[in-house]
């Protein structure tokens, strides 16, 4: 499994004109992204849970959760 995503997304903009964008997204997971901000050599990674644009530090991360809020330190 790739976790990646195309597709076409249809948009209107604020002349009304519609905008056919080709979408190429790539989904990580919180090892994967642990790993990678580990070989950039952050020390202290924190990853909480987020509900659709509301980030917040007292969230705990669940499958339910469609976005993350990463904090890390060098």
């Given at each position: 499994m790739t976790f990646?995503?195309?597709?076409?997304?249809?948009v209107t903009d604020d002349s009304g004109n519609?905008?056919?964008l080709e979408c190429?997204?790539?989904y990580y997971v919180p090892s994967e992204i642990?790993?990678?901000l580990k070989s950039l050599?952050?020390?202290i990674i924190d990853i909480y849970?987020?509900?659709?644009?509301?980030?917040?530090r007292n969230d705990k991360?669940?499958?339910?959760?469609?976005e993350m809020l990463i904090i890390a330190e060098k």
């Open positions: 990646r995503n195309y597709n076409t997304t249809t519609k905008i056919d190429n997204e790539r642990t790993w990678l050599n952050f020390k849970g987020a509900k659709l644009g509301a980030f917040n991360l669940s499958t339910e959760d469609f």
